[in-house]
């Protein structure tokens, strides 16, 4: 069973141009996490999707972070224009439906961008 | 404003004996507590989930939790050069919807 694929692996861009992110969730998974994580911040919450539906982004930092869920096996971060302090390991991680009790998230490998 | 804390270490403890990390929370409505480890560039990976207080283990892992203190634990035994990681604490407050609210982690070093 696959996991959950983030792509690209690393990203290396200068300030200024659009960086996309892409996540596949896991098959039948119907939550979908945006994190980012900094030394600075620890892990924080962008954005997360249920059923292909935004519901909360009150995460995302400000107008250059957009994301979409067009279907349930895809899932896009969208940075435009990039700045210098967006770098940072953002990753994806998908979620089963609960059923009652919250199942845990699984995280796929994470995209390192780094905005010069 | 809903926490989850947890001391960042570094904690540092001899190859074979038992690391014990801790976690606090806010919400007294927390139904569900999990232990990700996470390796240096790498992702956070779930090692135990818990529901119910008391003790649940799982090889040389054992999660405790009390849910009328509002901790919950993670012990390792026997532990290994392997185990040495960042290990995050992660709740499911009962209002949060679907999100986890994320410790800032412990970062765990075993000496050999």
């Known amino acids: 069973d696959a996991g959950v694929i983030q792509s690209p692996r690393h990203e290396v861009t200068e300030m200024g141009q659009e960086v996309t992110l892409r996540c596949k969730p896991i098959s039948g998974h119907d939550y979908l996490f945006w994190y980012r994580q900094t030394m600075m911040r620890g892990l924080e919450l962008l954005i997360y999707?249920?059923?292909?539906?935004?519901?909360?982004d009150s995460g995302m930092p400000e107008d250059r972070f957009s994301a979409k869920m067009p279907n349930a096996s895809f899932s896009t971060l969208k940075i435009q224009p990039s700045e210098p302090r967006d770098s940072a390991v953002y990753f994806c991680a998908s979620q089963g439906k609960p059923g009652g009790i919250s199942q845990p998230q699984h995280f796929g490998d994470g995209t390192r961008l780094s905005i010069l | 404003q809903k926490e989850v804390e947890q001391n960042s270490g570094p904690l540092s403890v001899p190859e074979g004996a038992i690391a014990s990390l801790n976690c606090t929370y806010s919400?007294?409505?927390?139904?569900?507590f999990f232990w990700y480890r996470q390796y240096s560039g790498k992702s956070p990976e779930l090692i135990m989930s818990?529901?119910s207080n008391g003790d649940k283990e799982d090889g040389r892992f054992t999660a405790q939790l009390n849910k009328a203190s509002q901790y919950v634990s993670l012990l390792i035994r026997d532990s290994q050069p392997s185990d040495s990681a960042t290990y995050l604490c992660?709740?499911?407050?009962?209002?949060?919807?679907?999100?986890?609210?994320w410790g800032a982690g412990t970062k765990l070093i075993i000496k050999p």
């Open positions: 992660a709740v499911n407050m009962w209002d949060s919807n679907y999100q986890l609210i």
């Open positions: 818990i529901y």
């Open positions: 999707f249920n059923n292909n539906v935004p519901i909360d």
């Open positions: 919400d007294r409505g927390s139904q569900s």
